[in-house]
């Protein structure tokens, strides 16, 4: 199986030359780009393959394109949905859209949005927190590393209460406060602050 994006490398053997002997392997191949001219088989299909294959050609075709992929990304989740697959299955394909189509962090925000409001269209709910809960162990570690570095391993203390934090917009807050605080206490606000607001408004 091929998904390199050169449409006339095809190898099909492979053989060499030993002290007189001749060994060669022929063999078939798949070249994922033959199937830009099946799309229409593909979106038809019901076989979770179907899925990689897409998800492959639009990471070929968006490579300079985000903007692009953060479409195509959203409609292959949209039809993964509409194909009412086994929940495992679907958060399965979902991992490897998301490692397939990587987008700059604005457009990944938007995408995450859209998820979300195109989880509560369908009422489903297959793979948003499992999305969440492995942002934020990524953006606790990000903020971990930054506190050591910056202030050194005694400022990790603050860590008993940034982990206590789910909301992921606030911790993205937090791990890009870590640039510009210049004490502890001053990036402790950040969260302090909104945790103040919020028990007001409740």
């Not at 949905?81 to 189509?101: K, P």
Request: one cysteine or more; charged letters at 25%.
């Amino acid at each position: 199986m091929l998904g390199d994006d050169n449409i006339n490398w095809r190898p099909s053997e492979f053989g060499y030359d030993l002290f007189g002997c001749t060994v060669n392997f022929q063999f078939p191949i798949i070249k994922l780009l033959d199937y830009q001219q099946r799309l229409s088989e593909l979106e038809a299909s019901r076989n979770p393959f179907a899925t990689v294959v897409m998800a492959h050609l639009v990471a070929v075709q968006t490579r300079s394109n985000r903007s692009q992929r953060k479409q195509s990304k959203l409609a292959l989740v949209r039809r993964l949905y509409e194909q009412g697959f086994e929940r495992e299955a679907v958060v399965n394909l979902l991992a490897f859209i998301d490692w397939m189509l990587t987008l700059p962090l604005d457009l990944e925000l938007e995408f995450k949005r859209e998820v979300e409001q195109l989880e509560a269209q369908q009422r489903m709910q297959y793979v948003t927190s499992f999305e969440r809960s492995g942002i934020r162990l990524g953006l606790l570690e990000g903020i971990e590393l930054g506190l050591e570095l910056k202030f050194g391993a005694s400022s990790l203390f603050v860590m008993d209460e940034v982990s206590q934090i789910y909301d992921i917009e606030q911790l993205r807050k937090i791990k890009e406060g870590i640039k510009t605080a210049t004490s502890i206490d001053e990036l402790r606000q950040i969260y302090q602050s909104s945790t103040t607001e919020n028990s007001s408004e409740s």
